[in-house]
């Protein structure tokens, strides 16, 4: 079965954008951001979702358009389908911080 | 390049050619509802218990859509006949719009013998102006003078791969034609500010994009909450978009590589051409009217749309005066809406389309619009209510 395609923003990403629909044990191939790489998903991926081009340890910067759009909340293994469940947003987080006095 | 458009007489460019009609209300509505060629503004917000900036903002807006170039003359009425406050007196908004060279009339229930007299009158004006407007003819003028407006929503991936780079590749041709292009919604900057504070003409409007940023993330911080839980919105996040940063970068594709010249006020003139930063919200409604009363020409809604099912019908213009496209990247969002949608740019990603030669597609599509073909969206009547972006408690 050919490789499904996911995107690479920029080199110094370390997750990239499915165009296709992906399958657990699917093979994907990427473009842009340098040079092609080959991956295999380990979950199920939507069009459009996200996946780690490398293991991302906790607390890890991730990285897209290289720049930084979270941290890693856990672990997250390469392949796997990375948002809201395993990327914490690092701006604006209220809740951490507490309300500020006005 | 070129467009065909109405030349006014403080040296813009119309794109359309219409009597606006304002403020909002009973008047209005009667008025613009039985002559064609009108429009008027439906809005709740009139300034009634609110602090003066955000009077001032409300009137920013009226002065600033009767200004409007595709405006070829406005018809006011007292909504508060010798009462109202003074940033809203239509002594006062009739003195600006009339600055900028265009025919004003004004009615008045008090010397007019009630609203009923009004709208006779008003009726009869509108008429005539709208009689006197057709006989404008369209000119071939050159792209210095669009003036673009646009927003992302419904944002998803799709969004800052495709879409929004197509809008950066018609901005940096706009500006480089000497023409004007504002983008918005300062809370979808937040996490990519930098990228535009690093384009700013000099330090100053440096200093008020990263400013603009300060103030609203403090903002959304003194709730106490996750900005997940508000922006990105749910739609953004079945669309595949993880965190408000990841959305901001996407949005800020929309800006092209050009300088931004200036931050701009809701509603706001700017005083040159090129591209500007307008500090507001995202409202989908209020955005576009206070682009058009900045001076827009033409806006355009870069649709996401991956985490939208069954919209196969999208709301008419929310600009007023300014002619509105709906843009997508997203192949399923495209299938869906197709008979909204003005253009489509998913094909950079599914058919490895060049992405230069998308955004002169969009460009052309821009050109075509603004010379008079309709956007889809303006073959509707329907426009949704507008609120505007007003920023201070009301009392």
């Known amino acids: 079965m050919a490789a499904k395609r996911a995107l690479i923003m920029h080199p110094k990403d370390n997750v990239a954008t499915t165009v296709e629909e992906l399958q657990p044990g699917d093979q994907v191939k990427t473009a842009g951001g340098g040079e092609a790489r080959s991956l295999s998903a380990v979950e199920a991926i939507p069009f459009g979702f996200k996946i780690a081009l490398e293991e991302i340890p906790q607390g890890a910067t991730i990285v897209k358009y290289g720049e930084t759009i979270g941290k890693a909340g856990r672990p997250i293994p390469k392949g796997a389908l990375v948002h809201i469940h395993n990327l914490e947003g690092t701006r604006a987080r209220g809740d951490l911080e507490g309300r500020e006095k006005r | 390049m070129s467009f065909l458009g109405y030349p006014r007489p403080d040296g813009s460019v119309g794109t359309r050619n219409y009597v606006l009609v304002i403020p909002q209300g009973l008047i209005s509505k009667s008025i613009c509802d039985f002559v064609t060629g009108t429009r008027t503004i439906h809005t709740v917000d009139h300034g009634s218990g609110r602090t003066a900036n955000d009077r001032e903002r409300i009137a920013r807006v009226l002065i600033g859509l009767g200004r409007n170039p595709n405006v070829a003359s406005v018809i006011l009425h007292a909504a508060s006949p010798g009462v109202g406050y003074p940033e809203l007196r239509v002594e006062r908004l009739a003195d600006e719009i009339t600055a900028g060279g265009k025919r004003?009339?004004?009615?008045?229930?008090?010397?007019?013998?009630?609203?009923?007299?009004?709208?006779?009158?008003?009726?009869?004006?509108?008429?005539?102006?709208?009689?006197?407007?057709?006989?404008?003819?369209?000119?071939?003028?050159?792209?210095?003078?669009?003036?673009?407006?646009?927003?992302?929503?419904?944002?998803?991936?799709?969004?800052?791969?495709?879409?929004?780079?197509?809008?950066?590749?018609?901005?940096?041709?706009?500006?480089?034609?000497?023409?004007?292009?504002?983008?918005?919604?300062?809370?979808?900057?937040?996490?990519?500010?930098?990228?535009?504070?690093?384009?700013?003409?000099?330090?100053?409007?440096?200093?008020?994009?990263?400013?603009?940023?300060?103030?609203?993330?403090?903002?959304?911080?003194?709730?106490?909450?996750?900005?997940?839980?508000?922006?990105?919105?749910?739609?953004?996040?079945?669309?595949?978009?993880?965190?408000?940063?990841?959305k901001s970068l996407g949005a800020v594709h929309k800006a092209g590589t050009s300088t931004v010249q200036g931050v701009l006020q809701y509603g706001e003139r700017p005083k040159g051409k090129g591209l500007y930063f307008v500090d507001c919200w995202m409202g989908s409604y209020s955005i576009f009217a206070g682009y058009a009363a900045a001076g827009s020409n033409l806006v355009m809604f870069q649709l996401g749309g991956g985490g939208l099912a069954g919209r196969d019908l999208m709301e008419g213009s929310p600009s007023i005066v300014a002619p509105f496209l709906w843009c997508t990247a997203n192949p399923r969002t495209y299938e869906m809406a197709k008979d909204n949608i003005d253009y489509y740019s998913g094909t950079v990603i599914t058919d490895g389309e060049d992405p230069q030669e998308a955004g002169e597609r969009l460009y052309r599509t821009v050109i075509d619009i603004a010379s008079g073909t309709l956007s889809k969206s303006e073959t509707l009547t329907h426009t949704d209510a507008i609120d505007l972006c007003l920023e201070e408690p009301r009392f």
Not at chain 2, 104 to 126: C, F, H, N, R, W
């Open chain 2, 104 to 246: 004003v009339e004004v009615l008045d229930p008090v010397k007019d013998g009630g609203v009923y007299g009004s709208i006779t009158k008003g009726m009869q004006l509108a008429r005539r102006m709208v009689y006197e407007a057709s006989k404008l003819r369209r000119v071939d003028v050159g792209d210095e003078h669009l003036c673009l407006g646009v927003k992302c929503g419904y944002s998803d991936t799709t969004s800052g791969i495709a879409g929004n780079p197509a809008i950066g590749y018609l901005f940096d041709k706009v500006v480089k034609a000497g023409g004007t292009a504002f983008l918005g919604e300062t809370t979808e900057i937040i996490g990519a500010e930098h990228f535009l504070a690093k384009r700013a003409a000099n330090p100053q409007v440096a200093k008020a994009i990263l400013d603009a940023v300060a103030h609203r993330e403090a903002l959304a911080k003194s709730t106490g909450l996750d900005i997940r839980t508000i922006n990105p919105i749910p739609a953004n996040i079945k669309g595949g978009l993880s965190s408000l940063e990841e």
